[in-house]
C-alpha cells in the first residue's frame, strides 16, 4: 500500500504526493508528523495502535512525551472535522484507532493527482490561532516594520527550531534550552456523581484536560494514568512530575460541577483551586464537557502561567502594597471586559492613582494600557488624546514585552493594542501566543474573530466567536464574542441569525450602543422596522451624535470584503433612521 491512495470518510490520502485531500479533492494541510501519523492509522487495518506504538513509529530514536502524541491527534481531528471524536477514537484500553472503512486504489501518476499542493509562502492571515502559536510575540514597532513574507519566513525558520527541540533532549540535553518545561501529570478526574453518566463524563472531562494542557507551551503534560485498588479504580499519582492536576466530577439535581487543583508534586501544597459548572439538563453532553474543562481550564492556566512566569524584578516604592495592586488590576480586567464609560473612568482614574504610587509596577502599567485600549476602540477618547494614548501605550508594552514576554496579561494587553490600532495580521499573532498559554481564553479568541472580521474573513471569524461561546470563559467577556459572531452575521448578510447573538450580547451589556446599531441594520433588512428605528433610537442615546459618518468602526487595513459589507449595514442603519451627518 506504500504508493496507493487511501480513500475513507471522504478524504483521500495521497501516499505518494505526501497529501490529504477533502471530498473536493481540496488539499488540507498537515505537518509532516500529522501525515504520517494519519498514514499509520490509515494501513492499520482498523486495529487499535497503542500510544508507544504510534509514537515510536511517528519519532523513531527520538525521546518525545505524549504530549507531541497528543498534539498530533488533535491536528488530525480538527483537520478531519472531526470534533465529536468519531473517526480517530480513543480505545478503552488505551490508544487510538481509525473507525472508518479504507478503501485502497492505484495512485495518480505525476501530474495527475490535480494542481500543485498549497503555496509555502500564502500569507499569515490564512494561518489558523493554532499554527499562529507558534509565532513569537514581538514589540509593535519591531512588528510593524516587518512585511508579509518576512513574517512567513519567522514561522518556517521558527518550525525548524520547534523540530530540533523535540530532538534536543536525545542529542544533547541543553542543546537549545536553558532548563526543560516543568512536568505537569493531568490525573484522571473522579466520578463522584453517582450517577450513570459520570463514568463516561469524566473520561471525556480527563481527555479534553490533557488535550488542553498539552497545547500551553512551557509546560511538558504526563498524560492520565488510573491505579486498580482494592475498593476500585482510582487515580494514581504520576512519578517525577512537577506539578499534579486532580479533580473531581458532581453531579447534583440540577448540574454538574467539576472541581479541579494544581499541587506542587514534591510538598503536597495546593497551588489553585477551582470548580466549574453547568446546567445538567440544558446542554448537550459534548457543549457540557467543554464548558466544565474551560471553566477549571482558563483559571488553572492563568494560575500555573504566574507561578512559572513570576513577575520580573522591578523596584516598588516602600510601602507599596501588592494586594492593592492586585485590586486595581481585577478591578481595572472587570470594567475592560463590562463596559461602560462610567466604570471605564472609574477604573483609569484607580489605575493612574495607583501607578503615581508605585511607578515601576508593570503590572499595573499593562493594565492602563489594556484598558485604555479599550476606551479607543470605544471612541472615549478625542482623537488628540487618542494619540498619545496610543504612544504611551506602545511604550508601556514594548518594556513589558522585554521583561515578561510570556505573561498572559502583557500578551492580551500587546494583543488589544494591536486589534485596537489595525494592525491585524500581527494581532493574530499575539493573540495566537496569548492562546498558547491559555487555549480557552476567550478575551484572546474575540480579538482573533476581530482580526478575521477586518481581514474579510468571515467565516473564520464565525468559527473563531463559535469556539469562544463553546468555552464561555471568561464569563465576564462573553458580551464581546457573542456580538462579535452578531456582527459577523450582519457582515455576511445572514440578518435573521445575527439577531439572537445581538439581543444575548446586549443583554448582558446594553450601554456600548454599537450592538444596537447592527442590531437595527439586522431588523430593517428583515422587514422589521420599527424595532430597527426602536433600535436605532437606543443607539443614538448611548453614543449621541453618531451619524453615518461616525458609525462604523476605523476602516485602516480593512480589507475590500469588509470595507463593502459595513457600507451595505451602514445604509441600512440610515434606512432605519440614523442621521446622515
Same mark, same amino acid.
Given at each position: 500500500? +506504500? ?24 488539499? #488540507? ?23 508507544q506504538e504510534l509514537m515510536e513509529a511517528v519519532w523513531p530514536n527520538v525521546h518525545?512525551? =505524549? ?7 488533535? =491536528? ?24 472508518? =472503512? ?22 499569515? =492571515? ?24 518576512? #513574517? ?37 478526574i473522579v466520578d463522584d456523581s453517582n450517577d450513570p453518566r459520570g463514568a463516561a ?45 486532580? +479533580? ?13 487543583? #494544581? ?39 492563568r494560575r500555573l502561567n504566574e507561578i512559572l512566569e513570576p513577575s520580573a524584578a ?191 450580547? #446586549? ?75
Amino acid at each position: 500500500m +506504500g504508493d496507493q491512495l487511501l480513500r475513507f470518510a471522504g478524504f483521500e490520502l495521497d501516499q505518494q504526493r505526501v497529501e490529504l485531500r477533502g471530498a473536493d479533492g481540496t488539499p #488540507i494541510k498537515l505537518r509532516p508528523k500529522a501525515f504520517e501519523m494519519l498514514r499509520l492509522f490509515a494501513t492499520s487495518g482498523g486495529r487499535v495502535l497503542s500510544k508507544q506504538e504510534l509514537m515510536e513509529a511517528v519519532w523513531p530514536n527520538v525521546h518525545v512525551g =505524549e504530549d507531541s502524541l497528543f498534539q498530533c491527534i488533535r =491536528e488530525l481531528r480538527t483537520a478531519l472535522g472531526d470534533e465529536r471524536r468519531q473517526l480517530i477514537k480513543l480505545a478503552s484500553g488505551g490508544g487510538y484507532l481509525l473507525a472508518a =472503512e479504507v478503501v485502497a486504489a492505484p495512485a495518480a501518476g505525476p501530474g495527475q493527482a490535480g494542481e500543485e499542493g498549497p503555496d509555502p509562502t500564502d500569507e499569515i =492571515e490564512s494561518l489558523s490561532p493554532a499554527e499562529l502559536a507558534a509565532v513569537p510575540a514581538r514589540s509593535p514597532r519591531a512588528m510593524f516594520g516587518l512585511s508579509r513574507q518576512a #513574517i512567513v519566513g519567522a514561522v518556517a525558520g521558527l518550525c525548524l527550531v520547534m523540530g530540533l527541540a523535540v530532538a534536543a533532549p536525545v542529542l544533547k540535553p541543553d542543546l537549545l534550552f536553558k532548563r526543560t518545561p516543568p512536568r505537569l501529570a493531568v490525573v484522571a478526574i473522579v466520578d463522584d456523581s453517582n450517577d450513570p453518566r459520570g463514568a463516561a463524563m469524566a473520561a471525556e472531562v480527563t481527555a479534553r484536560l490533557t488535550d488542553g494542557f498539552a497545547r500551553i507551551q512551557n509546560v511538558s503534560v504526563v498524560a492520565p494514568r488510573v491505579a486498580v485498588s482494592g475498593s476500585g479504580i482510582t487515580a494514581a499519582s504520576t512519578a517525577s512530575s512537577d506539578y499534579e492536576l486532580r +479533580g473531581e466530577l458532581q453531579h447534583g439535581d440540577q448540574s454538574w460541577t467539576l472541581r479541579a487543583r #494544581i499541587i506542587k508534586a514534591a510538598t503536597g501544597e495546593v497551588q489553585s483551586v477551582v470548580a466549574a459548572s453547568v446546567a445538567a439538563e440544558e446542554l448537550d453532553a459534548q457543549l457540557a464537557q467543554s464548558r466544565l474543562v474551560a471553566g477549571v481550564g482558563h483559571v488553572l492556566a492563568r494560575r500555573l502561567n504566574e507561578i512559572l512566569e513570576p513577575s520580573a524584578a522591578r523596584a516598588r516604592t516602600p510601602g507599596a502594597s501588592a494586594g492593592g495592586d492586585k485590586v486595581a488590576v481585577d478591578q481595572a480586567l472587570a470594567s475592560i471586559n463590562q463596559t461602560t464609560r462610567e466604570r471605564f473612568g472609574a477604573a483609569q482614574a484607580m489605575l493612574q492613582k495607583a501607578l503615581t504610587d508605585d511607578p515601576d509596577n508593570v503590572d499595573l502599567a499593562v493594565a492602563l494600557a489594556s484598558l485604555q485600549m479599550r476606551g479607543i476602540q470605544m471612541v472615549w477618547f478625542s482623537p488628540e488624546e487618542a494619540v498619545a494614548v496610543e504612544a504611551k501605550a506602545n511604550a508601556t508594552l514594548e518594556q513589558a514585552l522585554r521583561l515578561k514576554p510570556n505573561s498572559i496579561p502583557v500578551l492580551e494587553a500587546h494583543c488589544r493594542f494591536l486589534s485596537a490600532t489595525n494592525h491585524f495580521v500581527e494581532s493574530l499573532v499575539t493573540c495566537a501566543k496569548a492562546l498558547s498559554f491559555d487555549p480557552w481564553n476567550g478575551s484572546a479568541l474575540y480579538l482573533i474573530g476581530l482580526g478575521q472580521v477586518y481581514l474579510g474573513r468571515f467565516h473564520d471569524a464565525l468559527a473563531t466567536f463559535q469556539q469562544a461561546d463553546r468555552y464561555d470563559t471568561p464569563p465576564a467577556s462573553r458580551w464581546t464574542w457573542l456580538l462579535g459572531a452578531g456582527m459577523t452575521y450582519v457582515l455576511m448578510g445572514r440578518d435573521e441569525e445575527a439577531l439572537p447573538w445581538l439581543q444575548r450580547s #446586549i443583554a448582558i451589556t446594553p450601554a456600548t450602543g454599537r450592538s444596537h446599531f447592527l442590531l437595527a441594520a439586522a431588523y430593517q433588512r428583515t422587514g422589521r422596522f420599527e424595532e430597527a428605528r426602536a433600535a436605532i433610537a437606543e443607539g443614538l442615546k448611548l453614543r449621541p451624535g453618531t451619524t453615518r459618518r461616525s458609525v462604523s468602526p476605523p476602516m485602516k487595513n480593512a480589507s475590500p470584503v469588509n470595507i463593502a459589507a459595513w457600507e451595505r449595514v451602514v445604509q441600512a442603519e440610515v434606512d432605519a433612521g440614523l442621521p446622515e451627518q
